[in-house]
């Protein structure tokens, strides 16, 4: 099957391009699928007009020169008209807010690129009233437009995909009557051997990096407005006060990254954290796998309910025990005890006990980094699911 597949930004340094899309063209290609991937790389303009192949992948970058909303909308017209032209069997368009999912408009505008091949919608997030909609700093007409965006984009789809049960739920209310599947997130069949070919080289990175001595507890995602970060930092601050050798790694970018680095200078640990901006991937999975313990807190919210987070997946490919809480996907991923420890959400005295526990005990910590590894390429690696999606693919097809 001929695909083409739609971006909602750049490839970096959001990850729904390179977590989620890429990984699942390349395990698509993998079965004899052609994909080619077309990206608004609105955010991050050095990639305009940039056209690579990853994995087989054919990942082009339209002509981008901004975010306004005429910039946008011009990019998703440029973007409805590629789809035209590339003729594929099926288009997947992945977010029902962006660049992306306006092209899906564009292309339904009497007179425009209209688009004849069946689009499945891709629904990673809550966007919505009661999720993003809410964190971000936008105008109002901004967020009436993308509130109203979110429904019509997803009303008007063959099919949709959602990440998580919480956001099968959500497409099923704001477009009933649209079949749905859940497709969770899985790792690039490269990492793999990636993580494999690092392990090795573990002392050596970790002397590299001024690690030899010291316990590093590590962060690497990004930090958005409203974000959760108080909670790993509180309870790096309570395990630090009788461990001297543990230092605190963030590799994050993101509107809240300035407040939490506030936070971790008045807290007085600010000295014994190590501030990474964003680094391309296959860095970030060295740091990974050089450091000792992963953290991913999170609070009872919608937002957090509806992820599937890409972070865990790179945490548990690089075998890392990990402290995350108890919400939405993680559950799914993770069973407390065995493969992580995880923590009633939003509760930072039962983070910071859970992460002193693995500071106290790295023979039991390695366990459970053994254990989600196992179990990550055991039951979510893409090739596994890859099948339903092709099901789901042929379905929609047959019906259009």
Known sequence: MKLAFVAPFACSPKATVSARM????????????????????????????????????????????????????????????????????????????GPGALALTRSMFPGGQRWTAPVILDNDDWEGRGGWLDVNPQPSLVKAVLAWQEGWTLGHAKAITCASETLMTRSGELAPGIPTAVVPNGPNTSLRAEVAAIEPTRQALRAGYGWRDKQVVIYLGTIPAGHDMDIALSAFAAAAESNPDLILC???????????????????????????????????????????????????????????????????????????????????????????????????????????????????????????????????????????????????????
Not at 36 to 57: I, K
Not at 320 to 347: F, W
Not at 384 to 397: D, G, H, M, V
């Open 22 to 97: 890429l990984p699942m063209a390349a395990a698509l290609v993998a079965r004899g699928h052609s994909v080619h991937v077309l990206v608004p790389p609105y955010d991050n303009v050095v990639d305009s007009e940039r056209t690579w192949t990853q994995d087989g992948v054919i990942v082009e970058n339209l002509r981008a020169s901004g975010a306004g909303a005429a910039a946008q909308w011009s990019l998703a017209g440029r973007l409805a008209g590629r789809v035209t032209a590339l003729g594929p069997d099926l288009i997947h368009v992945f977010k029902p807010v």
């Open 250 to 400: 963030v590799i994050a970018s993101g509107a809240g990254l300035p407040s939490f680095r506030q936070a971790a200078e008045r807290s007085g640990v600010g000295r014994r954290i190590e501030w990474h901006g964003f680094i391309p991937h296959p860095e970030a999975i060295r740091r990974l796998v050089a450091a000792d313990i992963a953290v991913y807190p999170y609070r009872d919210t919608n937002i957090n309910r509806a992820k599937c987070s890409g972070k865990v997946i790179d945490y548990m490919a690089a075998g890392k025990p990990m402290v995350v809480s108890d919400v939405g996907m993680n559950r799914v991923y993770l069973t407390d005890g065995e493969h992580a420890l995880l923590t009633p959400p939003g509760d930072g005295a039962a983070f910071g006990a859970a992460l002193q526990r693995l500071v106290a005990d790295p023979a039991y910590a390695n366990s459970l980094g053994a254990n989600a590894q196992e179990r990550l390429w055991k039951n979510f690696a893409w090739g596994k699911r890859i099948p339903e999606l092709e099901q789901l693919y042929a379905r929609t097809s047959a019906a259009n």
